[in-house]
């Protein structure tokens, strides 16, 4: 049976979810304060949140790793006995990550690689690549692996709301800004991650708590009568997902449990502190 060896990009924050899967990660570096950190391993999710927000004058950016590092990722894998090797990107709409890790593909000899776009970022490039291992060890083809990623690609929607709008917006992370950006300081969106991975703008709010509440009216409107997984993503904001998450169960108790995961610091400073998000995945 061919072996297969997947890897991720630090901005699934797959560091923050416990499992037990042999999955590699291409880290990205967060640029702030005139000093350089390695995502998770030298700033973690806690840590970069308590940064920002006690002092608002470090703005943090971020640089994705060099087609070099994702060489030796995949070589590192051929060389653990893999044939073919697997790379879970984030949106290249969001990133580079996707277009670097094409360019080492065409460099790698010995090994099989296909690099998928997610289209997404966070949680759901991790189940991914929690459901390509699973379906490896059950002897499943790459091309079936590739149309089980291709449903949850184009079975999800993420609506999600930021506290301040000026990180997306230097970052270059909003896709339709240049209508609101001169009033920056006063919108807090309703966005949403559209069917291409880009980050675009639904609704102008004024406050973050509307925004919030229109997150979760969205999420409710849309996945009425559907069966689906549903998750929050948040930018440590651990009072609103006790809020979204009591507003989700008490319209729809028959889900039991909505889990939540953390950003990243490589996620984090493209959307600032306290970003709340909602998502959900159809089930197959």
Do not use: W
Request: charged share 25%; proline share 3%; net charge negative.
């Amino acid at each position: 049976m061919k072996k297969l060896g997947v890897l991720v990009c630090t901005n699934s924050a797959i560091d923050y979810i416990p499992h037990n899967y042999e999955i590699g990660v291409i880290r990205s570096t967060i640029l702030m304060g005139g000093k350089e950190y390695v995502d998770f391993e030298e700033l973690t999710a806690d840590k970069f949140y308590e940064m920002i927000e006690s002092d608002p004058a470090l703005f943090p950016r971020t640089a994705m790793a060099s087609t070099g590092t994702m060489l030796e990722a995949y070589e590192k894998l051929r060389d653990q006995g893999c044939d073919e090797v697997l790379f879970i990107t984030i949106s290249s709409r969001m990133s580079g990550i996707y277009d670097n890790a094409m360019i080492a593909k065409k460099m790698v000899e010995g090994v099989n690689v296909t690099v998928f776009d997610s289209r997404t970022v966070g949680y759901l490039q991790c189940k991914m690549a929690f459901l390509a291992h699973d379906m490896a060890k059950e002897g499943k083809s790459m091309e079936e692996i590739i149309e089980a990623l291709e449903f949850i690609r184009n079975n999800n929607h993420i609506y999600f709301a930021v506290s301040d709008l000026r990180y997306l917006v230097k970052n270059g992370r909003l896709s339709n800004a240049a209508g609101f950006v001169a009033d920056v300081l006063k919108i807090k969106p309703l966005l949403e991650v559209d069917k291409n991975g880009a980050v675009v703008t639904v609704e102008k709010i004024r406050t973050f708590n509307r925004a919030v509440d229109r997150v979760i009216e969205k999420f409710l409107e849309e996945t009425e009568g559907k069966d689906y997984e549903p998750f929050i993503i948040h930018a440590n904001n651990p009072e609103v997902v006790g809020y979204v998450r009591e507003r989700v169960l008490s319209a729809r108790p028959e889900l039991k449990e909505i889990k939540d995961y953390l950003l990243t610091p490589a996620v984090g400073a493209h959307c600032g502190p306290k970003a709340m998000t909602i998502g959900y995945v159809l089930k197959r």
